[in-house]
Each structure stands twice: as structure tokens, then as C-alpha cells.
């Protein structure tokens, strides 16, 4: 049974930073994609990053040069490195999974397969 447990969410001031952190159990695939996404309140969902069992990223413009992707295989942990943090980042924050190539590095919801629950960032001006 796959899981993922999202935390290191909370409350900041702009210009702050947070990492969050997602620990995977039960995900056996060699190749796969791991993302973050988020919602904000009125907002639809929005992918944010994602990273590819080859080490491959992509982010989405709008976090671009803020935030950083990584997964650390001894912890078995997707990460999420929060940098300057703006009011209009605050949302739920939410990592997804894959075990699949074949669509490549989407931002997409509907192409992962496994989620967590979240994590609450709230950015205070």
C-alpha cells in the first residue's frame, strides 16, 4: 500500500522560507515521477514541481529560481525547498507519485497516481 505523508507546512512572513517534506512508503517503482501541487483558497489546483526517478525537474513559471525539488533516497523522502515566499504561495501543498515514464515530467494532476493529504503554507504580508 502506497503512502504519502506530507509536513514541514506552517505559518511564515514573506520573504520567508519553509521545506516541506513528503515520506513515501510502500512505492516500489525504479522509474517514476514524484510532484508537489498545490491549492490555494479559490484556486484551482497547480502543479509546482516535479522530479523524475533520473534526477530530470521542471517547475512551474511561477516559482521558478524560488523553489527547489529533491528527493532523498536513503530517507525515502520528496522534498521541497520554499524560498522568498510570497502571500499568493499560500495554499495546501500536496505531493503526488507515479511509478510511469511515459507521459515525462507533467504538472498535471490527472497523470499521478498516489497522493498525501497536505500540508498548510500560509504567507503572511
Known amino acids: 500500500q502506497v503512502q504519502l505523508v506530507e509536513s514541514g507546512g506552517g505559518s511564515v512572513q514573506a520573504g520567508g522560507s519553509l521545506r516541506l517534506s513528503c515520506a513515501v512508503s510502500g512505492f516500489t517503482s525504479s522509474s517514476y515521477y514524484m510532484a508537489w501541487f498545490r491549492q490555494g483558497p479559490g484556486k484551482e489546483r497547480e502543479g509546482v514541481a516535479v522530479?523524475?526517478?533520473?534526477?530530470?525537474?521542471r517547475y512551474a513559471d511561477s516559482v521558478k529560481g524560488r523553489f527547489i525539488i529533491s528527493l532523498d533516497n536513503a530517507k525515502n523522502t520528496l522534498d521541497l525547498q520554499i524560498n522568498m515566499l510570497k502571500p499568493e504561495d499560500t495554499a495546501m501543498y500536496y505531493c503526488?507519485?507515479?511509478?510511469?515514464?511515459?507521459?515525462?515530467?507533467?504538472?498535471?494532476?490527472?497523470?499521478?497516481?498516489?497522493w498525501g493529504r497536505g500540508t498548510q503554507v500560509t504567507v503572511s504580508s
Open positions: 522530479i523524475g526517478s533520473a534526477g530530470n525537474t
Open positions: 503526488a507519485a507515479r511509478g510511469d515514464l511515459w507521459i515525462g515530467p507533467s504538472l498535471r494532476g490527472s497523470d499521478f497516481t498516489y
